[in-house]
């Protein structure tokens, strides 16, 4: 009987043990959280948003396209567009630490957010999964100089920031930046474009690429959905740029060359003086493996590449031809993700290399 007693008085204890745990661990966590100012975003006093041309119409949502247009696009622009590809917020900060509050659209954990340091990435920050609002952190333990700090949004989920968390003591300065050309660099086209296969936002090639070349950039990039109607031709037309990119990639499909070329006549008329680069399909190995996949492939290759080079012979000369098979050939399918379709992390930065020359000279960098 005194056995007893003393086993349940143990166990007594050792539950007042277990309950006092939880809670100086719910504290500490708390403690933690409490150790940043959560400022609201957006705050376009400390925050510069970049890459989403139409975040002043759209805020707070991270749309690619003009809200008040949406219903009027193609179903596929309507839906990839919301996903924030290209999408930036950029600070200058003293904060030697920096978290975000926010919440995947529609539901399900966050994906990748990257951050980058006076240029140099930190370590990529994913989620968890809960669902809802979502406290994640980009980095800690930093000098408390001014830095600047830019964070690519998820390339292919919808998202909402909330809030931005820092130091109590962070100061902050103008948030923006000197790029090597006043005007970004607008890129339109499908997938690979965008930036499907790549795991982080920050790899994408137009990401990689204006980063390197020090260029602003908007990623116009809509998977499975580059081809070339003529409204969603008029909104890309209509935004400022110091050169277009137009990679439709496989998406423009069976079509003839006849939409293609529409779309370069109509932006060389509005923009007589703007460099323009016009790249062909990447190669896949599906192609290698699916013949009808690769008598796609092989027209659309021709029917973008002719009017390119026609309207080249015809005397434009600030229209620029990358063929895809010179970013990945079929002896590089090493550089592409699981699928045999896109990109990996490693593809996007080959294709980034080998882009840049081009972009240079049409640029006069």
């Known amino acids: 009987m005194k056995r007893h007693f003393r086993h349940s008085i143990a166990l007594f204890y050792i539950g007042l043990a277990l309950v006092g745990g939880v809670t100086r661990g719910q504290d500490k ?22 890459g989403i041309h139409w975040f002043d119409e759209n805020q707070p949502k991270f749309w690619r ?19 924030p590809a290209g999408g930036r917020i950029v600070m200058r900060c003293t904060t030697t630490r920096l978290a975000l509050r926010a919440m995947a659209v529609g539901g399900g954990g966050l994906r990748a957010f990257d951050a980058y340091v006076n240029g140099q990435p930190c370590q990529p920050a994913v989620a968890g999964r809960a669902a809802g609002e979502t406290e994640l952190v980009l ?7 001014e830095k600047e700090i830019v964070i690519y949004l998820p390339h292919l989920q919808e998202v909402i920031v909330q809030a931005v968390g820092v130091d109590r003591d962070a100061e902050f300065g103008s948030p923006e930046h000197q790029f090597a050309r006043p005007l970004p660099v ?3 086209g499908s997938s690979v474009c965008q930036g499907s296969g790549a795991v982080h936002p920050g790899q994408t090639y137009p990401a990689t690429l204006c980063r390197n070349l020090n260029l602003d950039f908007v ?27 137009f990679d439709l990639g496989k998406s423009y499909g069976a079509q003839d060359a006849t939409a293609f070329k529409a779309m370069l006549q109509a932006v060389r008329h509005s923009h007589p003086d703007t460099p323009m680069i016009a790249i062909t399909p990447i190669t896949s190995s599906k192609e290698v493996q699916d013949p009808s996949y690769s008598q796609r492939s092989i027209h659309t290759r021709a029917v973008m590449r002719e009017p390119v080079q026609e309207l080249i012979q015809a005397g434009d000369g600030r229209l620029f031809l990358v063929e895809g098979e010179d970013l990945i050939g079929f002896k590089e399918h090493e550089l592409l993700s699981k699928d045999g379709v896109h990109p990996s992390d490693q593809g996007y930065r ?16």
């Open 139 to 145: 980095f800690q333990n930093r000098d408390d100089r």
């Open 186 to 188: 607008v890129f339109y």
């Open 65 to 83: 396209m003009p809200a008040k247009q949406m219903t009027l696009l193609p179903k596929g622009v309507q839906n990839r567009s919301k996903f």
């Open 29 to 50: 966590t708390a403690q933690k959280t409490a150790e940043y100012e959560w400022l609201p975003f957006p705050d376009s006093a400390k925050f510069s948003v970049l």
């Open 350 to 365: 080959v294709i980034a290399a080998r882009l840049a020359p081009v972009l240079k000279r049409a640029l006069g960098l």
């Open 219 to 245: 990623n116009l990039g809509f998977g499975g959905a580059g081809k070339a109607e003529s409204n969603v031709v008029a909104l890309v037309n209509s935004i400022p740029t110091c050169c277009y990119v």
